[in-house]
Structures are given as structure tokens and as C-alpha cells.
């Protein structure tokens, strides 16, 4: 058996970054993961969670794909596509709807790490 226990991702400023993860998107916090000696952040999302990494980034930040589908990127799903929307729109964050018809939504966290954001399937619109 193989599952997710995590995914890392690089930030240049690690509060900018939890300005974005928790403050837009909601995620919480992980005070209990240990401090590997530079900055960053342990974030919960679900029963996994998200490393974020303040370090150099190896990857060009110009020239990303504009959908965030084209592009590597990490999917949530939420439960309210029109108050994520909103709220996307409140905070001037640009995204684009997904080019496959569902209810889902690409946007780029400060850094240019591309989001996907999913209507549960469980959910109405």
C-alpha cells in the first residue's frame, strides 16, 4: 500500500505564504512537526498536510503557464465554489475557470505555485 503523507512547497516568505494557505484558504497550522533548522511551515489539510519550505527556489517564477492546469500544482477540494470565488475576487487573486467543465478553479499561491481548487463532488454549486 502506498498513500500521501505530504507535499512541499517552496516560498520565498513564509508568512506571505500562510497569508494565502490560512488566510484565504483556510488551512490550519501544525504546531507539532519538528523545526528543520530554516523557515517554513507544517500545514493540515485533511488527515495529510503541506510542508511549506522558505528556501531558494530552483524554478523560474516568469514563463509558468497562465492555467494552472497546464502547470505542476497542488488540488484542494472545497465545499463552496462561489464563496472560494469570492473570496479569490475580495483578495485579487486572478484564476481561471477549469477548461474540462467542472467546477473547479486554477489560481497561483504568491510564490507561483499553481492551486487547484475542487467542488466536492458532494456539494452543490
Not at 29 to 37: K, N
Not at 82 to 89: H, I, S
Amino acid at each position: 500500500m502506498i498513500q500521501l503523507h505530504h507535499v512541499s512547497l517552496i516560498v520565498a516568505d513564509t508568512q506571505r505564504a500562510l497569508d494565502f494557505y490560512v488566510g484565504l484558504l483556510g488551512l490550519e497550522i501544525d504546531t507539532s512537526r519538528p523545526d528543520l533548522g530554516f523557515p517554513g511551515a507544517w500545514l493540515n489539510v485533511g488527515d495529510r498536510q503541506i510542508h511549506l519550505l522558505e528556501l531558494a527556489n530552483p524554478d523560474p517564477l516568469e514563463g509558468r503557464p497562465s492555467h494552472g492546469g497546464r502547470d505542476r500544482h497542488t488540488a484542494f477540494v472545497i465545499d463552496d465554489f462561489a464563496t472560494m470565488r469570492d473570496k479569490l475576487d475580495r483578495a485579487g487573486i486572478d484564476y481561471t475557470l477549469s477548461r474540462s467543465g467542472r467546477q473547479a478553479l486554477f489560481c497561483h499561491d504568491p510564490d507561483q505555485n499553481a492551486v487547484e481548487l475542487i467542488l466536492s463532488p458532494n456539494q452543490g454549486v
